[in-house]
Every structure is written in structure tokens, then in C-alpha cells.
């Protein structure tokens, strides 16, 4: 049976005890030689003083160092998975220093806890994270709905009568005669051109309630962002603006259609060129990463203001002056890739200017 605590200190207490008579008997001995000391009464105050020493030694101890060491032993044993955990008594050793060995495993594990514990904190926000993505997409996707049933009766009922009203305004320039009030001949080319701009809104709200089923296939990614970069040179807005490339060698097919993709890459090209005002720097890289192709576009315009970055692709939303934009092209874009299975993000880069992100299936 291996020994407790308390039976180790109760042999210290013994010994303790007979230490102090050891000391009482050489103090002694000498008064006893002198016959200054009865020899029966000095072995009765020896034997009574070990007696007392050894009882008050070993209740002191007990009571202030065996039970609590006991408690410690039983608590490490607990959280360490048994008394089988906890090192071994030699021969010899004190139950102290078990104590301190149980007390450094019970430190050890405890370590190991707060470790497992941080972990699960750190899954725990992810998941938070990633709830909170997911319920912002279903809102989005859930208001896109709406506005595209909306857009669509919209888009009907305005498409008529503008037809009505482009074809009378072209029918009025024609029979103006030469002579003319030259203010009458302004006025219909600004009814011709209001028409115009209405009928491209009514177009791309039709493209918006109503997209076209995307032939979803193995493509190269660098067609469609030809294409698109042709698209975007001839316009004014891109004129000063200098597109550079990045494409990392040996980039797989990506699944998607190269029109509808192609749109898509025109729309943010447009964008960063409104948003640099005409002039300056963008950069199109592309890498493969996890069974997906990233593709990063980054402008050198001022980024977007932190308050319009959980709009950017909510339909109708711009931050461009009136008549020029319809705030359509970022939600179609967004509507295009979310059929695509892919996705599109919006952040600001640590340096200035806007960066936007699209992940595109890889094919395999």
C-alpha cells in the first residue's frame, strides 16, 4: 500500500520528537552527572516532552500541510484522468514534492484547456463570419428579386411610350424645314438624346429582371478580358488610362460564359475609369487558388467611402453625379457571377484606390 501523506508526516512528527528528546537528554545529562536532577523525574520530563512534541507536531502538521496536500493530490488526479496519472512515490521522497510535480501537470493541462479553448473561440467567430456573409448575400439576393420583378413591369410599361416618343422626335428632325428656328433643331436632338439615355436604363433594367441562362463552359480567362479591355479602350473615360496585366502562367480553365464574363470585366474596367476621373493606373492580375481562379482588379482612384461598401452592389446604388450612372452595372455583375457559382468583393487597397475581387470556378 503505498504510504499518504499524513503517514509521512507523522514520521516526520516522530521524528521530530525524537530529535527533541535527543536534545533534551544531552542538555540533561550533564545536571544528571552532577546530581542536580533526580534521575526518574528527568526521564519522566523527557519522556513527556517527546510525548507533547510529537503530538503537537503531528496535529500541526496534519492539519496544515496533510490535508491540504491531500486535497491537491485528489484535484490533480481529477483533471489529470486518475491516481494513475500522477508520478509515483519513491522511496524517501516527500509528498511535497509530488504535490509540486501534480501542481505542474494540473498548470500544464490547465495550458492546454485555455489553448483548446482559444481555438474554438477563433472557429466560433469564423463561423459568426461567415453566418453574417451568408445572410447579407440571401438579403441581397432576396432585394435583387424584388427590384428585377419591379424592373421588369417598370421597364414595360416605360418602353412603349419611349418608343412612341424617339420615333416622333426622329420623325420632327426630319420634317424641320432648313430655315428654322435653330433652337427648335437643339430641342429635338435633346429629346432624341434624353430618349436614348431612358432606353439604355430601360435596357439594362430588362438585362437585370430578366438575364440571360449563361452557357456555363470550360473557357480561358484571357479572351474574355480581351474582349472586355477592347470594349473599354474606345470609351472616353479610358482614354488616359493605362491597364496593366498580371496573369499567372499556367492558369487553369475557369466554368463560366465568356460574354456574360466579359460584361462583367467591362462593367468594373468603367467603373475605375469613372472613378479615376479619366486618368490613371489599373492592375488585372489573376492566380489559381483552392480549385478557384482569383482574379484582382485594383484602380489608383480614391477607394470607396467605408459607408458605401456594403451598398456597392445593391441595385440602383451609385455614387457617380446624376445622369451618369443608373447603379445597375455592379448589381448585374454581381447577379452574373452569382449564376456563374462565383462571387465578387469590394475592399480598398492599403495603399489607396479601390480593389475588386472575382472568384470564378476552376474547371476540372
Do not use: W
Not at 429629346?191 to 463552359?217: E, G, K, Q
Not at 467591362?266 to 481562379?293: F, K, P, S, T
Request: aromatic content about 2%; some cysteine.
Amino acid at each position: 500500500m503505498r504510504p499518504g501523506p499524513r503517514h509521512l508526516l507523522l514520521a516526520t512528527a516522530a521524528a521530530i520528537a525524537a530529535a527533541s528528546t535527543a536534545v533534551l537528554l544531552l542538555l540533561g545529562l550533564p545536571l544528571l552527572a552532577a546530581h542536580r536532577l533526580d534521575a526518574e523525574r528527568y526521564a519522566l520530563v523527557v519522556a513527556l516532552a517527546a510525548l507533547a512534541g510529537l503530538g503537537v507536531g503531528a496535529v500541526l502538521l496534519v492539519r496544515l500541510v496533510a490535508r491540504p496536500i491531500d486535497r491537491l493530490l485528489a484535484a490533480a488526479a481529477r483533471i489529470g484522468g486518475g491516481e494513475g496519472s500522477l508520478p509515483p512515490l519513491g522511496e524517501g521522497e516527500l509528498t511535497l514534492a509530488r504535490a509540486a510535480v501534480a501542481f505542474e501537470r494540473v498548470a500544464g493541462a490547465l495550458d492546454e484547456e485555455r489553448a483548446r479553448l482559444a481555438a474554438k473561440v477563433a472557429e466560433l467567430t469564423a463561423s459568426n463570419r461567415a453566418l453574417a456573409e451568408a445572410r447579407e448575400s440571401l438579403l441581397r439576393s432576396e432585394k435583387l428579386a424584388t427590384v428585377g420583378r419591379l424592373a421588369a413591369g417598370l421597364a414595360h410599361e416605360v418602353g412603349n411610350p419611349l418608343g412612341a416618343v424617339a420615333g416622333y422626335a426622329e420623325l420632327a428632325r426630319k420634317r424641320v424645314p432648313p430655315g428654322a428656328d435653330p433652337e427648335l433643331g437643339d430641342a429635338l436632338e435633346r429629346i432624341a438624346a434624353a430618349a436614348a439615355r431612358i432606353d439604355r436604363t430601360v435596357r439594362d433594367l430588362l438585362d437585370f429582371a430578366r438575364p440571360a441562362v449563361p452557357a456555363i463552359l470550360p473557357i480561358d480567362l484571357a479572351p474574355a478580358l480581351e474582349a472586355a479591355l477592347r470594349l473599354a479602350r474606345v470609351q472616353a473615360r479610358m482614354k488616359r488610362v493605362e491597364v496593366a496585366q498580371a496573369l499567372a502562367p499556367g492558369l487553369p480553365r475557369v466554368l463560366a460564359d465568356e460574354h456574360q464574363l466579359a460584361q462583367v470585366f467591362l462593367n468594373l474596367l468603367l467603373n475605375a475609369g469613372d472613378a479615376m476621373g479619366g486618368e490613371g493606373q489599373v492592375r488585372i492580375a489573376a492566380r489559381a487558388e483552392g480549385g478557384q481562379v482569383v482574379v484582382e482588379l485594383a484602380d489608383t482612384g480614391p477607394g470607396i467611402a467605408a459607408e458605401d461598401l456594403p451598398r456597392i452592389f445593391d441595385p440602383f446604388f451609385t455614387t457617380k453625379d446624376p445622369g451618369k450612372g443608373t447603379g445597375l452595372g455592379l448589381a448585374i455583375s454581381h447577379r452574373i457571377l452569382e449564376a456563374l457559382g462565383g462571387e465578387i468583393a469590394a475592399c480598398n487597397r492599403p495603399g489607396g484606390g479601390a480593389l475588386f475581387t472575382v472568384r470564378l470556378r476552376a474547371a476540372p
